[in-house]
């Protein structure tokens, strides 16, 4: 009889999870996976996918605008949330649905449970009170909202998961938080026609990017409406019917039919058992603690994905789960290499953007050359929308080496896939400028800057 139930049992049916289950019962392993809610998981159910969804709806009103100096004569449009909703929810359905097959086609087992660690090499389902044992325990639980400080009110504040299943599109809506999320959904409310206040405690939204991508996209997003507080947070929020007033540290209020926010995600280790096993958590970050092959503190269990608190994007869960499951069951040891991850933030316009920002690149190179340009996009050239593109290059003055790369606009994250491979091979800029532009397009600025826009050379006394 065998010494345990399954080699492998992954708790979290999500990017990661699912990866993993699928490539480690292709390697033969006896898999389960155990799923709280609905499989697939954040990304595929109230994440990437809806929003991507919602973005590209919401991006309609700027292209019916924009109609009219094409000659177009377009009706006066109108766009009903309800038909939007029902029409993302069938499409989550059946991508749930095919997540659901192609687990199972694999010959993993899914069980619809809530799974807890009662010890090294044994889970609880939940559901029925079963007890199951493993050689190999995955975490791959991923992550939640967080809600911040218990401020008075904090029970009517909607996080993401609710945005993707509102009755109604909100008139006015405010949104605390200045990240990845807060500034997607202020682009979705605002193209689907809602009044948008963003409040951000900083002096510019998207700390960590790119300075002169903050400016830009902070300049973009306010030409089109959007008002973006900074400097303040929400300290109280009351509810009068259907409206809110939402009270801001700066002693301001503002009403609106919804307040959100999107003030950054946990990982999602409360209540699994993990002291049970004994596994540690990364005191940097509250996330589960793994070494480079997503190893615990105990040797047979692993964890990956947002639950780790790495790189909380999908395509890295979904590498990490990859590799975790060639490393344990495929017989070749995989380390995920996290350098050079391209990312996006599906604001209105877009961001890309991959590499070292300029303020990175000055700290850690002694000679950085900015190739940097803005222009006006073809298109708008006759739709006359007030737009701008920002395209930018951070590069090692001392090997050539293009360090970063980062832009503003339209078709700014599907550019990026594309950049990342360059910079993840090490191009140089003379890479890039003896590539002939491909013509008339915004990206082929990315070739043709040819003169550096600004020179940072460290003195030997700095
Ligand atoms: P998840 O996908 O979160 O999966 C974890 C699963 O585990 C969940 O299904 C959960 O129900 C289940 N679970 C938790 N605990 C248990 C338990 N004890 N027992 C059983 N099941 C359990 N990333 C991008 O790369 N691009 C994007 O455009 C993007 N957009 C996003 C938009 C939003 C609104 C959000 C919230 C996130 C977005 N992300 C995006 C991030 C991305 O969704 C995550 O990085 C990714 O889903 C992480 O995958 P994971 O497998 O680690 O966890
Ligand atoms: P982010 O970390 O991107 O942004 C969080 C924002 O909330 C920041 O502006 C932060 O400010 C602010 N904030 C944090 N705590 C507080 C607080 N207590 N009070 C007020 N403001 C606060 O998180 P998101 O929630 O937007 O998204 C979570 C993660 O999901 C992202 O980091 C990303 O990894 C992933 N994601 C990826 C997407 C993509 O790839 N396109 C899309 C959506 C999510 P400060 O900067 O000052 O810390």
New binding site residues.
């Given amino acids: 009889m065998a010494e345990f139930d399954v080699d492998l049992f992954v708790i979290g049916g999500g990017s990661g999870g699912v990866r993993a289950a699928r490539i480690a019962a292709g390697y033969g392993a006896r898999v389960m996976i155990a799923e709280e809610y609905r499989m697939g998981g954040t990304c595929v159910i109230r994440?990437?996918v809806p929003?991507k969804l919602f973005v590209i709806g919401s991006h309609f009103r700027h292209e019916l605008e924009d109609a009219a100096g094409f000659g177009w004569t377009v009706p006066p449009a109108t766009f009903d949330w309800p038909t939007l909703i029902a029409n993302k929810d069938k499409e989550i359905a059946r991508l749930e649905a095919a997540y659901t097959t192609n687990v199972e086609k694999s010959g993993a087992q899914i069980v619809k449970s809530r799974a807890v660690i009662e010890d090294k090499h044994t889970v609880r389902l939940l559901e029925n009170d079963r007890k199951i044992t493993a050689k190999y325990i995955l975490i791959a639980t991923g992550?939640a909202?967080?809600h911040?400080?218990s401020i008075p009110g904090i029970e009517h504040v909607i996080s993401?998961n609710e945005a993707f299943h509102l009755k109604k599109l909100p008139k006015r809506i405010v949104i605390?938080?200045?990240?990845?999320?807060?500034?997607?959904f202020a682009g979705i409310f605002a193209g689907f026609g809602s009044d948008v206040t963003v409040?951000?405690?900083?002096d510019n939204?998207?700390?960590?990017f790119d300075e002169d991508v903050r400016a830009h996209v902070r300049s973009e997003m306010e030409k089109q409406g959007i008002t973006i507080l900074t400097g303040c947070?929400?300290v109280k929020v009351d509810r009068h019917g259907e409206e809110f007033t939402t009270h801001l540290s700066n002693g301001s209020s503002i009403a609106s039919d919804q307040v959100m926010?999107?003030?950054?995600?946990h990982p999602a280790v409360a209540n699994l058992g993990l002291e049970n096993a004994g596994v540690a958590i990364n005191p940097r970050n509250g996330g589960i603690a793994v070494d480079h092959f997503s190893k615990s503190s105990v040797d047979s269990i692993y964890a990956i994905g947002?639950v780790t608190h790495r790189?909380?994007?999908?395509p890295v869960a979904i590498r990490e789960g990859h590799a975790f499951a060639d490393t344990v069951f495929g017989k070749r040891e995989v380390q995920v290499d996290h350098s050079y991850i391209p990312?996006?933030?599906?604001s209105q316009p877009e961001v890309g953007t991959v590499g070292l920002t300029e303020t990175e690149a000055r700290a850690q190179y002694g000679h950085v050359d900015i190739y940097k340009t803005t222009f006006r996009p073809i298109k708008a050239t006759m739709s006359g929308r007030d737009t701008r593109v920002l395209m930018k290059l951070v590069v090692d003055g001392s090997t050539d080496r293009v360090l970063g790369c980062h832009i503003v606009g339209d078709g700014a994250a599907e550019v990026t896939q594309v950049v990342a491979i360059a910079v993840k091979m090490k191009a140089t800029k003379a890479d890039f400028d003896a590539t002939i532009a491909l013509h008339p397009t915004a990206a082929e600025e990315l070739v043709t800057m040819r003169t550096p826009t600004a020179r940072h050379v460290r003195q030997a006394a700095e």
């Fill in positions: 994440g990437c929003k992550g909202p967080n911040g400080a993401s605390q938080g200045g990240g990845y999320i807060a500034l997607e409040i951000y405690r900083g939204i998207l700390r960590g947070t929400v926010f999107a003030i950054g995600r947002d790189h909380n994007l999908t990312t996006a933030v599906f």
